[in-house]
């Protein structure tokens, strides 16, 4: 069900959809204590309520927040309000993948190739696999 503008998860209050996908919806928020803009991701019903995938999010999310790359978000929070989980991550402005991949590869500058590149390799070092990789393109 999707969140509506002023609701409350703990100290974050939403400000807007971003988006939705299969691992769950997307906001926009406010951390009321530290007053900084963040994203929010609340888990879908069927991975909450599943306690191996919830495991298995957990130890993702630990993991997520061991990464440190200008490419990978940074995962600020993991939380339960009301029975919904969410993920609180830094809020990054920039172009999706989706929207990149619009242009062909080869009309794309060599530096965009590699720097594209740089968060995944930064990846394979962790022992995790995930279905969502989320990859913020800063042009």
Known sequence: MPLEAGTQLGPYEIISAIGAGGMGEV????????????????????VASDPDLK???????KTISSLNHPH??????????GGTDFLVMECLEGETLRCRRVAPVALMPHHRHTSISDPLISIVA????????????HI
């Open 27 to 46: 906001y926009k928020a406010r951390d009321t204590r530290l007053d900084r803009t963040v994203a929010i991701k609340v888990l879908p019903e069927h």
């Open 55 to 61: 495991q298995r999010f957990e130890r993702e999310a």
């Open 126 to 137: 962790v022992p995790v696999i995930s279905r969502n990789i989320s990859i913020v393109w």
């Open 72 to 81: 990978i978000y940074t995962l600020y929070d993991i939380g339960q309000e």
